[in-house]
């Protein structure tokens, strides 16, 4: 099992900036990617950005270029750098913790944070 314990939510300001990060502990054998999804009342959960073991990093468009997501590996530790933030950006933001393993996906998930984009 993961564990995913999330933190950094709470009320900004339309352009304003917050910066959540997900700790990860537990078995992370097998764990090629953490992400950040993110899901709005009566709206189906989607996927704002992942991060590969390599690095390498996928964003949707409806965050491109204000969003940035990072890992420590050191740490098992995931941030997401959200800049320029829009109303229609709150949400409850998930971390996700994605495992492949003998060709079966596994997904862990954390409790959520909220982030609320209002004046």
């Known amino acids: 099992q993961v564990q995913l314990v999330e933190s950094g939510g709470g009320l900004v300001q339309p352009g304003g900036s917050l910066r959540l990060s997900c700790s990860a502990s537990?078995?992370?054998?097998?764990?090629?990617?953490m992400g950040w999804y993110r899901q709005a009342p009566g709206k189906q959960r989607e996927l704002g950005a992942d991060i590969k073991s390599g690095g390498s990093t996928n964003y949707t468009d409806f965050v491109k270029g204000r969003f940035t997501i990072s890992r420590d590996n050191a740490k098992n530790t995931v941030y997401l750098e959200m800049n320029s933030l829009k109303p229609e950006d709150t949400s409850v933001y998930y971390c996700n913790a994605r495992r492949y393993l003998f060709g079966e996906r596994y997904d862990y998930w954390g409790q959520g944070t909220q982030v609320t984009v209002s004046s």
């Open positions: 537990g078995n992370m054998f097998a764990i090629n990617a």
